[in-house]
T-cell receptor
Framework: AQSVTQLGSHVSVSEGALVLLRCNYSSSVPPYLFWYVQYPNQGLQLLLKYTTGATLVKGINGFEAEFKKSETSFHLTKPSAHMSDAAEYFCAVSRYSSASKIIFGSGTRLSIRP | DTGVSQNPRHKITKRGQNVTFRCDPI?????LYWYRQTLGQGPEFLTYFQNEAQLEKSRLLSDRFSAERPKGSFSTLEIQRTEQGDSAMYLC????????????????FGEGSRLTVL
């Protein structure tokens, strides 16, 4: 079975500071990994994903994540936070297959201080 | 592309009543998911369809919950004999899954149907 653990339900950073949201996964088979974002009063949308190939993946709005198999991690980073980044971020995992459900973590709420 | 549409957006019902939610996915998407989300939690998987076939249903889901996707287009989620613990946001998502991984995992979510059971 697959699962993800997001460390920290709430992260607060200053505008312009580094954003680091942590995600560790558990999977008995090679995983596909995702980060989704939910802005206030909006539906979830895909931020970025890792399927195969390059382990550093880039997403929208300057975010990126690195798949580290040895650490079973897929942390999300952004060099410089912007006020518009305030949202709920969800890490998710599925099996290395197109015929697989996607399991979400409990989420991390990102707040940006002026 | 009109997006994923869910109806009704809000439903308030009394305990013991039945409720049904409808989801209209993006037209060319072959996969449809139902999730449930409560405050402070991530989406919890309920079930998903590939075209009209229901591929998996969560073992945590009671028999009071049933979902259909009769023609591989829209889907309905019915909850019978609602309980207060069923109060949540019910999310529908669709995706285009196939042999190429570029579409894998890119779920397009609707805005959800909020259920309140009194």
């Amino acid at each position: 079975a697959q699962s993800v653990t997001q460390l920290g339900s709430h992260v607060s950073v200053s505008e312009g500071a580094l954003v680091l949201l942590r995600c560790n996964y558990s999977s008995s088979v090679p995983p596909y990994l995702f980060w989704y974002v939910q802005y206030p009063n909006q539906g979830l949308q895909l931020l970025l994903k890792y399927t195969t190939g390059a382990t550093l993946v880039k997403g929208i709005n300057g975010f990126e994540a690195e798949f580290k198999k040895s650490e079973t991690s897929f942390h999300l980073t952004k060099p410089s936070a912007h006020m518009s980044d305030a949202a709920e971020y969800f890490c998710a995992v599925s099996r290395y297959s197109s015929a697989s459900k996607i399991i979400f973590g409990s989420g991390t709420r990102l707040s940006i201080r002026p | 592309d009109t997006g994923v549409s869910q109806n009704p957006r809000h439903k308030i019902t009394k305990r013991g009543q039945n409720v049904t939610f409808r989801c209209d996915p993006i037209s060319e998407h072959n996969r449809l998911y139902w999730y449930r989300q409560t405050l402070g939690q991530g989406p919890e998987f309920l079930t998903y369809f590939q075209n009209e076939a229901q591929l998996e249903k969560s073992r945590l889901l009671s028999d009071r919950f049933s979902a259909e996707r009769p023609k591989g287009s829209f889907s309905t989620l019915e909850i019978q004999r609602t309980e207060q613990g069923d109060s949540a946001m019910y999310l529908c998502a669709s995706s285009r899954e196939g042999a190429q991984p570029e579409h894998t995992g890119e779920l397009f979510f609707g805005e959800g149907s909020r259920l309140t059971v009194l």
